[in-house]
């Protein structure tokens, strides 16, 4: 028996952490011994059933898990192994990670880089894997240090806190859009160069106004992103990955066609192999694990589902670490 954050449809919604056993499991050719999960803007969607994420009733919670292989029918896996899974549908479609075991399938995992404990690789979890996607977009596209100052928008999320740690390390300017005034010296401590108040860039605004960003990370959506692109420098780029404002897009084709500007879309749950394990690869190389402790908060699985609604209420700063066992 284990305990796992359960998601049940009928006869009303409702989110609780109950004893389950292996025959509660998924198909699947790899069972983990969950260590760590965490709680991304996904998972809190789900918890509070804000949004209909979950397709499969019922629904283990948690789209992240660090942990040991227990059971392996695969040649590329073995007990003991040290391993990450992050998206490929879990806990939307695939029975998820916020539980002392899952069933897994093995092309989904990652091997966990040695520079990091289970607890610290959920401490980056989704949010910080998809802070590296989209810093590696923004060098594909050939930013440098130096170019010019970077926005990051939604600083004190998960995917905002990691991408000014990154970004700050790898010698870029960071410019942090917020709307908690109070957190200005957490994000200075990240990092952060210069703050500026999101209600800026969260409102209707024109198609180009000033030049201002070499490049920017988003993970808000809508006018934010709008007004990003409209205030982004000629041929600079922006990395979308996130729709915390809105999925709508409010902009006109201006910055992309006068100015070149390129928006780069990030995807973390489908993300080819490849550009995972050099994702985790630069994480290990370019993530300060002490500003990673300072952006973490841990709570056991049974605070997970007040956690949640904590997120989507914007009462949670940074990363949130589950201990499932």
Known sequence: MFKALVLEKEPAFRAEVREVDDTFLPEGDVTVDVEYSTLNYKDGLAITNKSPVVRSWPMVAGIDGAGVVAESSSAKWKKGDAVVLNGFGVGETHKGCLAGRAR??????????????????????????????????????????????????????????????????????????????????????????????RNELSSPGKPLQKERWAGVVDAVGSHTLANAC?????????????????????SS?????????????????????????????????DLDTALLEEMTTEVALEGAVEAAHKLMAGQVRGRVVVRTR
């Open 104 to 197: 897994l399938k093995s092309e989904w995992l990652v091997r966990r880089p040695a520079a990091f404990t289970a607890r610290q690789a959920m401490a980056i979890g989704t949010a910080g894997y998809t802070a590296m996607l989209c810093v590696l977009a923004l060098e594909r596209h050939g930013l440098k240090a130096g170019d010019g100052e970077v926005l990051v928008t939604g600083a004190t999320g998960g995917v905002g806190s990691v991408a000014i740690a990154i970004l700050s390390k790898l010698g870029h300017k960071v410019v942090a859009a917020t709307g908690k005034a109070s957190e200005e010296a957490y994000l200075k401590k990240l990092g952060a160069a210069g703050i500026i108040d």
């Open 230 to 250: 409209a205030q982004t420098r000629y041929g600079g780029a922006v990395a979308a990955c996130g729709l915390a404002q809105g999925m709508d897009f409010p």
């Open 253 to 285: 084709v201006a910055p992309f066609i006068l100015r070149g500007v390129t928006l780069c879309g990030v995807d973390s749950v489908m993300a080819p192999m490849a550009r995972r394990e050099e994702a985790w690869g630069r994480l290990a190389h």
